[in-house]
């Protein structure tokens, strides 16, 4: 009777054998690696990299336009009046406020007044302004000695 191990020392594989194990190897590697192992490919990446750029832009003008609304003057009045808009239209209220626009950027960043108006009606209240303070929304005073 033949063990495990002298008839595992005594297989010789044919040539082709091993090409058919080594593509079926490399197959199953890739299948797992794209099914589960988070492989994309170079297109792919891409997308992904132009939907987290875009993302980014629409939160940081978002907290700009929210830091703007709460800057304003007439704030209190104008979250009342954001409320009383219907959810369409609460980005085109932002947007004709002024509070979206970003001097640095020339057109407006798609999707950063929606995600502004969401973030002002979730507000229960406006946060409380400093009031006195002679810089800028924003700016951090620094004290010359």
Request: glycine content about 10%.
């Amino acid at each position: 009777m033949m063990s495990i191990t002298s008839g595992w020392n005594d297989y010789r594989p044919t040539k082709a054998g091993l090409i058919w194990a080594a593509a079926g190897a490399s197959i199953l590697t890739m299948v797992v690696g794209f099914a589960w192992g988070g492989w994309v490919t170079g297109g792919s990446a891409q997308t992904m990299a132009e939907q987290a750029s875009q993302n980014a832009r629409e939160q940081l003008v978002a907290s700009i336009c929210v830091e703007n609304f709460v800057a304003d003057a007439d704030a209190a009045a104008n979250l009342v009046a954001l409320k009383e808009e219907s959810s369409y239209q609460q980005d085109d209220f932002i947007e004709d406020g002024g509070w979206s626009n970003v001097t640095a950027i020339d057109e407006q960043v798609t999707g950063a007044a929606d995600l502004c108006a969401e973030q002002l009606v979730a507000m229960e209240a406006l946060p409380a302004r400093t009031l006195g303070s002679d810089t800028a929304p924003g700016v951090i005073p620094t004290t010359d000695g």
